[in-house]
């Protein structure tokens, strides 16, 4: 499977911005005097992150979408627990799943020491998520910046508003909306799912009780995640090219192989039974997609001019 040319994507930055009811106080320039090596930073922490473990690109991408969906992307997800504290770390979405925090925290320490108290933790991380993408095959994108990082985080907010791996097709669509993003967003945003992988727990009831599942899928599923036990087994959410971001994961979905029920929700005789078919016979397609999709949910309620801050450690506020 070829990967997708890494050149940029013809999209225009203000339309999307515009068409998502953002204001624009976002800019692609934000930091071009006072960090003007930033990118490259961020680029050269995320090629070393993945050299030593693809998935990485998968979990960074994972991270940001998470983030997203909880009061906007402020880099809430970040912060640590403490005493008098609960954050988003251990919210059922993320609990012994969201990781590659240390990559944050790496390149943070390098852009500190750049371009001290400078950069937000909440840039850093959608820089990375591209970046991420990208080195596994995906177009590349201009990030807007300028969000600045929240003071603080709810888990309840986590629990409540990002889609659960069991999601309905109707489910996916309304939170999707909830958020300012369309049901053709939510189908292309769902193509990360073309990297990474996802643990036993979150994918055992559809191996063992979905209909609408390739027999010989299923059967190769259940070899590594017992009906009982093994919640920690680990399977590739698309099966063909787990590490290359391509638009594998819509093949499968159309031969029933789509590892979480939510993932096979969108093609399962409903309204995006069509667009994923699209996607999986056009790669340019589901790439300009994923594109616009990724600007207009990186522009979900940012925290910008004197709200929030600029934490030094992206695990604790200032």
């Not at 003071?151 to 300012?180: E, H, V």
Request: hydrophobic share 40%.
């Amino acid at each position: 499977m070829a990967l997708f040319p890494t050149h940029f994507v013809t999209v225009s930055v203000l339309g999307l911005v515009l068409a998502g009811g953002v204001s624009g106080q976002l800019s692609s320039t934000f930091y071009s005097s006072s960090c003007p090596t930033l990118e490259s930073m961020v680029r050269l922490e995320m090629t070393q992150a993945i050299n030593r473990e693809a998935r990485l690109g998968a979990s960074i991408l994972r991270l940001f979408f998470h983030d997203c969906f909880v009061n906007g992307c402020d880099g809430s997800i970040l912060l640590d627990d403490t005493g008098t504290f609960v954050g988003e770390k251990n919210a059922l979405p993320n609990q012994n799943s969201a990781r590659g925090f240390e990559v944050i925290d790496s390149i943070k320490t390098r852009v500190e020491a750049a371009c001290n108290g400078t950069v937000s933790c909440a840039d850093i991380l959608a820089l990375a998520s591209r970046d991420g993408a990208v080195l596994l095959g995906a177009q590349t994108w201009t990030v807007l910046l300028g969000r600045r990082d929240a003071r603080t985080a709810s888990q309840s907010d986590a629990n409540n508003q990002i889609p659960a791996p069991t999601s309905s097709l109707s489910t996916l669509i309304s939170m999707f909306s909830n958020k300012g993003l369309s049901a053709r967003d939510m189908t292309a945003l769902s193509g990360s799912h073309t990297i990474g992988q996802a643990r036993c727990t979150v994918f055992r009831t559809r191996i063992y009780n979905d209909t609408n599942i390739d027999a010989s899928f299923a059967a190769t599923r259940r070899a590594n995640c017992p009906s009982t036990g093994g919640d920690g087994n680990l399977a590739p959410l698309d099966v063909q090219t787990p590490t290359q971001f391509d638009n594998a994961y819509y093949q499968n979905l159309v031969a029933q192989r789509g590892l979480l029920h939510s993932d096979q929700e969108l093609f399962n005789n409903g309204s995006q039974d069509a667009l994923v078919r699209s996607y999986s016979q056009n790669n340019a397609l589901f790439a300009s997609d994923f594109v616009a999709a990724m600007i207009r949910m990186g522009n979900i309620s940012p925290l910008t001019g004197t709200n929030g801050e600029i934490r030094r450690n992206c695990r604790r506020i200032n």
